[in-house]
């Protein structure tokens, strides 16, 4: 009789343990960069088996946090409200949102993850609903129209990048870092007249 096979996991386990991974892997490495993969094991409370299961090394792992980041960062965007009040105000809450989201997954950022050519289509993918806001934001004169919108964008996630990048050396948190980021593209991109009202 040959060996019987240990019983296959159930899917929504394998789903569920994928989760706690990207979640503790996340948390840790975004306080220690230099954390291990035994390290992410323990704070998702799975053992390095588990881990390697699903990511066998840990380019696999950060590329599976590339990914999640992205994913959240869309679902981010939708809570948003990018329709509702003027651009400004959504421009305070996209970039309050994504400051958040950018000290959360700043593993990627921190290691130059971002710098892929498919990352960056990728994360001009999701941003493209901040696009039409700038847009908006220039045809209501809320925002300069003598810039691209793409290059505003542009220039919001870079400093997104920047500031994130800048806050562990100088201890600042998600707000922070987000009011910084703001202030910063408010005061190259909002027409005269609505510097004074932010």
């Known amino acids: ?19 706690a991974l990207l ?43 590339q990914a999640e980041a992205l994913t959240r960062a869309s679902e981010t965007l939708i809570a948003c409200r990018l329709d509702d009040g003027d651009a400004l105000e959504v421009l ?4 309050t949102a994504l400051g958040k989201h950018g000290m959360r997954f700043r593993i990627i950022l921190m290691k130059a ?10 994360r001009d993918q999701v941003l493209a609903p901040v696009v039409d806001v700038v847009k908006r934001g220039q045809r209501e004169g809320d925002i300069r129209d003598d810039l691209a919108p793409e290059w505003i964008v542009t220039a919001m996630a870079a400093l997104l990048i920047a500031a994130v ?25 909002a027409a005269k007249a609505s510097k004074g009202d932010s």
């Open 165 to 189: 990048r800048a806050a562990s050396a100088t201890k600042q948190t998600d707000t922070d870092v987000s009011d910084l980021i703001f202030r910063t593209l408010v005061g190259g991109i």
């Open 1 to 19: 009789m040959p060996p019987s096979k240990p019983p296959a996991v159930p899917r929504i386990d394998v789903e569920r343990h994928q989760r």
């Open 92 to 95: 305070r809450r996209v970039v």
């Open 23 to 65: 979640t503790a892997a996340a948390d840790v490495l975004a306080r220690d960069p230099d954390s291990t993969m035994a390290d992410v094991a323990q704070a998702a409370n799975l053992t390095r088996a588990t881990l390697y299961r699903h990511f066998n090394n840990r380019q696999t792992l950060l590329k599976a946090i």
């Open 113 to 122: 993850a971002d710098a892929s050519p498919r990352f960056l289509r990728q």
